[in-house]
């Protein structure tokens, strides 16, 4: 447990649960899209709807007969993805599949998709490749929901993937006119905090614009065509650094690389900056803030964020680790706490095995309210941001107040 005599948090007892990603046919299925399933759906919707239900069982088949039909059709396209594509094959066919399934969320969905063309553009992706991935997509589904697959519901597919295709390819166009496709940032910083966390910090060879709150996608030179996200763990700074929080995970080739190969001097490239994990000036509101793990990083930088705009508002910050030494930010954080009143650091640990495995996080975050007046941000683990927003609008915190990038962010967005 943090030691709350040293550092003056308050520390929290909790327990850990398993980390871990989501199912890739079944992405997100939390409170909010309880609450969006509440509202009856399109007609398109409820043929699409049906017809993923009806590939779950076999996702696995039909995402390789995807990609099967894609390179067959279209050998040209297979150099836009990575060598190896094992780990990384079902990330596009999840991404469309998932934008498929929240058709009716318009503006939502519009944001998550122009996000998505405009991160297609580092890929080498044109407006001509999207009929070719359109045609594998409804030859993979004719051919495992054959049993749902009538013509009003490849009517519904392909009205949904022209709708899905326009908008990412609009976005894609726009952004041409005033961005490049990627930026190449070499490694000016490179901090160990733990034997499997570094605190990387990048200069770009161009200006970055961003915002505080948002993530990118990474390439590094050793694993070349393979994409990972991270949030900027800073908000943007005068003198144009980034600065990410990497674990380096098992079998994660991208964090392993970054956090035990790189060195200052190594040139990496990143992607454009994407999410809505912002915060909204327009409002005094306090701010409650829930990061686990290295979920901590855009936390910071929301922060940061609220500094830089020199308002005062309440700032509560939950950082949760499934060990005291995990807290590999923890001293940054404090020294934050000391220059800012109305920022509060509280720290969750679960340091003894006989803690529950899922929820414990959420139900400290719990006992400390009430948080109803507050927007809430989320950060972490899967498990640890679908229990929290759970948890949070069971105590009255509503939906719209909860961000995370969950579901329209890292975990479902196309990785080649
Ligand atoms: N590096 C970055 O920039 C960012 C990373 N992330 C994500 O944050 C996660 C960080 O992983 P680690 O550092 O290994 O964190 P971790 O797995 O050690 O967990 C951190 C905290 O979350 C809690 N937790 C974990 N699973 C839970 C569950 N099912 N229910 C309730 N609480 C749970 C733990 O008890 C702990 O307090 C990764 O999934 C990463 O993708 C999210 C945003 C930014």
Not at 185 to 201: L, M, Q, W, Y
Not at 245 to 252: E, F, K, T, V
């Amino acid at each position: 447990m943090a030691d709350s005599r040293r550092n003056g948090t308050r520390p929290v007892r909790s327990g850990a649960g398993p980390s871990g990603n989501s199912p890739a046919w079944s992405a997100g299925r939390g409170t909010l899209d309880r609450i969006m399933d509440a509202k009856p759906p399109s007609p398109d919707a409820f043929l699409i709807r049906r017809t993923l239900q009806e590939i779950a069982p076999i996702a696995d088949k039909a995402t390789s007969y995807f990609y099967a039909l894609l390179f067959v059709r279209h050998p040209e396209l297979r150099d836009l993805f990575p060598v190896a594509m094992d780990t990384q094959r079902d990330r596009l066919l999840k991404a469309l599949l998932t934008a498929a399934e929240r058709m009716d969320d318009t503006a939502g969905l519009t944001a998550y998709l122009s996000g998505l063309g405009r991160g297609h553009r580092k890929y080498g992706t044109r407006a001509e490749h999207y009929p070719a991935v359109g045609e594998a997509l409804l030859g993979a589904l004719a051919r495992y929901a054959a049993p749902v697959w009538t013509p009003q519901t490849e009517a519904a597919w392909v009205r949904t993937y022209t709708a899905i295709s326009q908008i990412m390819i609009d976005a894609a166009a726009a952004d041409e006119r005033k961005a490049p496709a990627s930026w190449y940032a070499e490694v000016v910083g490179h901090d160990r905090r733990t034997s499997d966390v570094a605190v990387i910090t990048l200069r770009p060879d161009q200006p970055y614009p961003f915002v505080a709150g948002q993530y990118t996608t990474v390439e590094t030179p050793w694993w070349p065509r393979i994409w990972r996200h991270y949030s900027f763990a800073a908000a943007p700074r005068d003198d144009g650094l980034l600065t990410f929080h990497i674990r380096a995970i098992p079998a994660g080739w991208v964090s392993s690389a970054l956090v035990h190969r790189a060195v200052p001097g190594d040139v990496i490239r990143l992607g454009p900056p994407t999410g809505s994990m912002t915060v909204d000036h327009s409002t005094d509101d306090g701010l409650l803030c829930l990061g686990g793990g290295t979920g901590i990083a855009p936390i910071k930088a929301l922060v940061e964020d609220v500094v830089q705009h020199g308002r005062s508002r309440d700032v509560e910050v939950f950082y949760g680790a499934r060990h005291t030494h995990d807290l590999y930010d923890l001293d940054t954080m404090l020294a934050m706490q000391r220059e800012h009143p109305w920022l509060s650091i509280r720290t969750v640990v679960c340091d003894t095995p006989r803690d529950a495995l899922t929820g414990p996080f959420p139900e400290a975050v719990r006992r400390h309210g009430p948080w109803e007046a507050y927007d809430a941000y989320l950060s972490g683990p899967p498990g640890m941001v679908r229990s929290s927003v759970d948890t949070l609008v069971r105590i009255g915190v509503p939906a719209h107040r909860i961000r995370h990038d969950l579901g329209h962010g890292p975990l479902v967005t196309v990785e080649h």
